[in-house]
């Protein structure tokens, strides 16, 4: 398996929470910083988190405080908890692998009342 496989994403009102998952090798899992973007409907696909190897993570400014990315190598899976979601937040998610630019087909997360 090369292609990161997202999963998790679905309608959740806004305030509430929701965790996508991303599942690769372990051969990928293991050598690279794996990050999640997002694309909201008429916009540019934008970063929203990053996490090395090691663990070190980064974020959107939009997404600090609410949103934690994690990962589990013996899983080989990535998290990406998303607490307080609000409407703006409504996009298609992506895992990636930025160093191979390698892409998973997008999980959507819509937040609405």
């Known amino acids: 398996q090369v292609e990161p496989v997202e999963s998790g994403g679905g309608l959740v009102q806004p305030g509430r929470s929701l965790r996508l998952s991303c599942a690769t090798s372990e051969s990928i899992f293991s050598s690279y910083t794996m990050g999640w973007y997002r694309q909201a409907p008429g916009k540019e696909r934008e970063l929203v988190a990053l996490?090395?190897?090691?663990?070190?993570?980064n974020y959107a400014d939009s997404v600090k405080g609410r949103f934690t990315v994690s990962r589990d190598n013996a899983k080989n899976t990535m998290y990406l908890q998303m607490n307080g979601l609000k409407p703006e937040d409504t996009a298609l998610y992506y895992c990636?692998?930025?160093?191979?630019?390698?892409w998973g087909k997008g999980t959507l997360v819509t937040v609405s009342s």
């Open positions: 996490i090395t190897t090691r663990g070190t993570t």
């Open positions: 990636t692998v930025p160093h191979m630019d390698y």
